[in-house]
């Protein structure tokens, strides 16, 4: 990777590095703990990282984190995994996402749009009241600190005070989306025993009504633990024989109590998208949580009481997580529950003007859907409110930041930002005082020691190598769940360099100290000995308006050979003859490296993806490779699973 410092597509104007949250963070930290007041972020974050215990204090007396018990030192074991963070110390997430409403009591917590765009207010006050009287109800239920508390939601705001009121009470909470079949779903929530689940009759997407009632029946017979089941009317059905009804919950006007808990004690279980086999149940604290998300929306998204928090997410994916967790810095959020694209490719865009959002998130693939769809968001929306488009779930493409630049402003803050499930939160993206440069991140997050190694443990500048974490982060899992000697858990992450965290990823760090994520290490590209990751790959053959999506494979062959296809979807009325043939080809070629041009192109009738919508790689290399379909992915929680077979016959007959 060339070492050249390009122009900054982006560069904050000295009023924006003046009032930003981390400006003056850094002030009142050089003033308070000793962090450098000179040198900007870059030294901000050398402090942060050499200086962990320091910086996490500060974070703490910052945002004014309300620890109950005090704690005795800021970091006991700092070994990984099984940091010990803020031993001693009791905390209550719920309690600070619901601090706002001492203050702006008749101001909207949660803004709830669905397929009309109409956006529905949901005010602090009333968010407080509904998750008092739900935790009430809940302890009233023998919910107890520990119990596991489940929703089979959209992302609705039920779904928000849900989640708050299992916190209130110590219980620990885990959420599917409602397009999850009724196999997926046990997969993850028969691992860990809900007490309650609530759950709607069924969900609206696309201008269709989806009935889930069967579903629910389903996971009502094979979820022995539930003591309780919440039925929310999305679609105007009564409660199901036995079923609790979620307005009888909710209606008492009762002051929320906080159940003050260990920092590490449980708060939400997430889940990995379990393409291989049954999802890793990730464990993460309150206390973790809490700090992670205050240093990374309240420093890194810059976000506070003015702002209006919209990222296109489901309660299925980590991103709906860290959107609640925007009430912790006083935030309006915004619910949408329905179809990215619905009725148009430019919906969100649409939600966005109407919600008066300063923070918009969504997927890289759905800013390149809009450029492939010609849509013209500065055009046709008022787009004003919005300071910053942040984008994640793959690389943004170098032409994404371009269009964004040039379509909606070309004074807008473009985050790409990365992190992973199993932390919730990003390792790089956002920060407002640093300048852009196209397909890059702007910088590792702060208290985080990203770097780029090689395969013997060496740093690497300016060229790829593996993400790893060097030191403990709040947010990292406290455990797997049903891991008990913690071995998934240590392999998951530890086993590559011992006593660092790998994540999977190859990334580059470069010498401006930004940095460039390449693709799942898992799934690299190999070619004599020149790796490559699959994103840069896509990023260059999706640019043709041919292609709809791709996927690329490199194969390890018994006899030592390797095979490396490309699988192309096609757009409607393409044809993949011999020049769209050479036009791919030549493309690869010329913009990337001529060692990873593919040994064949071959069309497909779709590419398979996670739940979350996430390309299936590995598990369609192990299908070419002719593992059995049972073994070589958990059917469940792929998103067409007709799509696979397509693989699996291609592999016996190269068989």
Request: charged content about 20%; hydrophobic content about 40%.
């Amino acid at each position: 990777m060339s070492t050249a410092n390009p122009s900054p597509l982006w560069q904050p104007t000295d009023e924006v590095v003046a009032q930003a949250q981390v400006t003056k963070f850094q002030a009142w930290a050089a003033e308070e703990h000793g962090a450098p007041s000179d040198g900007g972020y870059a030294a901000l974050h050398r402090w942060s990282v050499d200086e962990l215990d320091t910086f996490w204090k500060a974070v703490t007396e910052w945002f004014d984190v309300r620890f109950p018990t005090p704690y005795a030192r800021v970091l006991g074991d700092r070994s990984m995994p099984g940091a010990q963070w803020f031993p001693g110390a009791t905390v209550n997430y719920a309690e600070h996402a619901l601090r706002a409403a001492e203050t702006r009591a008749d101001e909207p917590a949660l803004l709830y749009v669905d397929e009309t765009h109409e956006a529905v207010p949901v005010t602090w006050s009333d968010l407080r009241r509904q998750v008092g009287s739900l935790a009430a109800e809940l302890r009233a239920l023998g919910v107890r600190p520990g119990d596991r508390v489940s929703g089979y939601l959209p992302n609705i705001p039920q779904a928000v005070v849900a989640l708050l009121a299992t916190a209130a009470v110590g219980g620990v909470w885990t959420s599917c989306a409602p397009d999850f079949g009724a196999r997926s779903v046990l997969d993850r929530f028969q691992q860990v025993e809900p007490v309650v689940l609530f759950t709607v009759d069924g969900y609206r997407y696309g201008g269709k009504e989806h009935d889930r009632r069967d579903v629910v029946a389903e996971l009502r017979r094979e979820l022995p633990t539930l003591r309780a089941v919440v039925h929310i009317p999305l679609l105007g059905t009564d409660a199901p024989e036995g079923a609790l009804d979620w307005s009888s919950l909710t209606s008492a006007d009762v002051e929320p109590v906080f159940e003050e808990v260990a920092f590490d004690h449980p708060l939400w279980v997430l889940y990995s998208s379990g393409t291989t086999g049954l999802p890793k149940a990730i464990v993460q604290s309150q206390g973790g949580i809490l700090v992670e998300h205050l240093k990374q929306l309240g420093l890194h998204c810059d976000l506070g009481p003015e702002d209006r928090f919209f990222w296109y997410t489901s309660t299925g994916w980590m991103m709906w997580n860290f959107l609640v967790s925007g009430l912790l810095t006083g935030t309006t959020i915004v619910l949408y529950d329905g179809s990215p694209g619905y009725p148009d490719t430019g919906a969100q865009w649409r939600i966005a003007e109407r919600t008066g959002a300063t923070l918009y998130g969504t997927s890289a693939a759905y800013v390149m859907a809009c450029r492939k769809a010609g849509v013209h968001p500065s055009r046709d929306f008022d787009l004003a409110r919005v300071r910053c488009v942040a984008t994640t779930g793959s690389p943004l493409p170098p032409d994404g930041f371009r269009w964004l630049h040039d379509e909606v402003r070309d004074d807008l803050w473009i985050a790409s930002v990365s992190g992973g499930t199993d932390v919730c939160s990003c390792f790089a993206g956002a920060v407002p005082t640093l300048p852009v440069y196209i397909g890059e991140l702007q910088a590792p997050g702060l208290g985080t020691d990203l770097q780029s190694w090689d395969p013997s443990g060496k740093p690497l500048v300016d060229e790829v190598g593996e993400l790893v974490v060097t030191n403990p982060m709040p947010s990292m899992p406290i455990r797997l769940w049903n891991d008990p000697d913690g071995s998934r858990y240590h392999d998951s992450y530890f086993d590559t360099y011992p006593g660092v965290w790998r994540h999977g990823d190859w990334i580059t760090v470069t010498s401006r100290g930004s940095v460039v994520i390449h693709g799942r290490s898992d799934s690299t590209l190999n070619r004599q000995g020149v790796r490559m990751g699959s994103a840069d790959i896509y990023e260059a053959v999706e640019r043709l308006p041919e292609i709809r999506e791709s996927l690329v494979i490199g194969v390890e062959q018994p006899d030592g050979g390797y095979w490396m296809p490309l699988f192309v979807h096609l757009a409607p009325g393409a044809v993949l003859d011999e020049a769209l043939l050479g036009h791919i080809k030549r493309t690869i070629r010329e913009q990337l490296s001529p060692r990873h041009v593919p040994d064949e192109v071959i069309e497909v009738p779709g590419v398979p993806h996670t739940l979350t919508g996430k390309r299936i790689e590995v598990p369609v290399k192990r299908l070419l490779q002719g593992t059995p379909m049972d073994k070589a992915v958990n059917i469940g929680s792929v998103d067409n699973v007709e799509l696979l077979r397509f693989y699996e016959e291609l592999a016996r007959g190269r068989g």
